[in-house]
């Protein structure tokens, strides 16, 4: 399984951003051993999750999707704006998908997701995604900005201009379409699925080489080896 957070804003500042959404959600769920990790929060994370599992139950009849969200146990300020808070600081399970309650503070809870996952796709947001983007660059994880979103999806709230370095083993062209605002929300999300795709494989090949490598080093395995041949 490959295991993907989504982050941005809680409130959409443009519809372009919300048909981005849509669109990310319905081409992540058509990618079988995909599973969609969400911040649990209104706007650019409900949208994702909810378009992705309805489309995962079309595509696949999986009841239920292999959709999480990753809230706070507890937050003492009002988030009931941004989120399903409860009165007394708890949040609510989201009515589809699963729900987790990790950390007692988003920063907690953020500092465990960009160690947890190696991919995280950031769609407009502000300060928090900012940080949660910088979080996952310090861990040596991936993130793909949703550039032509704004916020911190285009650089803002500090973030290093690395995050708007191409990954390796991902094409120049999609990359370069996560700019543009020319293309379509559909365009968008077809190159984030290519972009997904080619950092799995890209991965998949470093972890066989560095396998055939330790392998190649170690003389006693080298032995059991051509013992085994011999047989």
């Known amino acids: 399984k490959v295991l993907v957070y989504v982050a941005g804003s809680s409130k959409f500042f443009s519809p372009l951003s919300e048909a981005i959404c849509r669109a990310i959600g319905q081409s992540l769920a058509s990618i079988p ?53 409860n009165p007394d600081g708890t949040f609510q399970n989201l009515p589809f998908g699963h729900t987790l309650f990790i950390g007692d503070s988003f920063k907690e809870r953020d500092s465990v997701v960009a160690r947890l996952f190696n991919y995280c796709i950031i769609i407009e947001g502000g300060p928090r995604s900012a940080r949660i983007a910088e979080e996952f660059m310090w861990n040596d994880n991936i993130v793909i900005p949703i550039i032509c979103t704004g916020g911190a999806a285009a650089g803002q709230f500090d973030l290093p201009p690395k995050i708007h370095d191409v990954p390796l083993g991902v094409h120049q062209d999609d990359w370069s379409t996560l700019v543009r605002r020319d293309v379509t929300a559909e365009n968008i999300a077809e190159s984030v699925k290519n972009i997904i795709c080619s ?11 560095d396998k055939h490598v330790s392998g190649f080093r170690n003389p006693k395995n080298r032995t059991n080896k051509m013992r085994a041949k011999q047989m």
């Open 199 to 209: 950092l799995v494989k890209c991965r998949s090949r470093k972890k066989m080489k």
């Open 33 to 85: 051993f995909l599973v969609l990790v969400t911040g649990g929060v209104y706007g650019v994370a409900e949208t994702t999750g909810r378009t992705f599992c309805e489309e995962r139950e079309l595509l696949l009849k999986e009841k239920p999707a292999n959709l999480y969200h990753i809230l706070p146990r507890y937050v003492s300020q009002d988030q009931s704006m941004k989120a399903r808070q």
